[in-house]
């Protein structure tokens, strides 16, 4: 598989004809629930707001036979608020947010993502950890388009964070999360 920047390297050596990208802002906010899966802990309640951007770097292209466009994209969690077992509060990032955008229809769009990133709160999540973690998800929305380039954003995504082996025990707490949102793409 090749990485995604080299296919769009390519497309512009090859002197194909200019094709515009799109850049995408969203602000959302979701709910979270724990689950006991690959030895995390469960019984957690939280709550999450996040704003991202990303871009598009491919042209329609096919990956493995689906067909889409390739993005790249940031993602800030400025709030992190868990409610149960315990209040505690933080802020997260993701540097690494990989987007496939599927082609869009009339009145709507689905995308899939992958992200990478950290999570820093006020006490340690899980208990006897650190306050930091590293963070992933994978999952996957829709855009909603009543307005043209303005949609509501529907999105679930599988959480993950931990400490990544960087004490002496790994717990980590792995959530189903629901989130609802604006987009703008432009």
């Known amino acids: 598989m090749i990485f995604p920047g080299l296919l769009l390297v390519a497309q512009l050596v090859a002197g194909q004809p ?32 996040t704003i991202a951007w990303s871009r598009e770097l491919t042209r329609d292209l096919k990956l493995i036979g689906i067909p889409g466009r390739f993005a790249w994209g940031v993602e800030a969690m400025p709030v992190f608020a868990q409610f149960e077992p315990s209040r505690i509060y933080g802020v997260g990032f993701a540097p690494v947010v990989w987007r496939w955008n599927f082609p869009p229809r009339r009145s709507w769009s689905a995308f899939g993502e992958l992200a990478l990133g950290g999570l820093w709160t006020s006490q340690a999540i899980p208990e006897d950890t650190g306050r930091g973690n590293f963070t992933a998800h994978w999952g996957g929305g829709v855009r909603l388009r009543p307005r043209g380039k303005h949609s509501l954003l529907l999105a679930y995504r599988f959480q993950h964070f ?19 949102g604006w987009s703008h793409r432009s």
């Open 162 to 180: 931990s400490n990544g082996n960087q004490l002496e025990s790994n717990p980590g707490v792995n959530s189903h999360v629901i989130l609802a």
């Open 18 to 49: 200019t094709v515009s990208f799109s850049s995408e802002w969203n602000v959302a906010a979701g709910a979270a629930r724990s689950v006991n899966l690959y030895q995390s802990t469960s019984g957690r309640s939280y709550a999450v707001q």
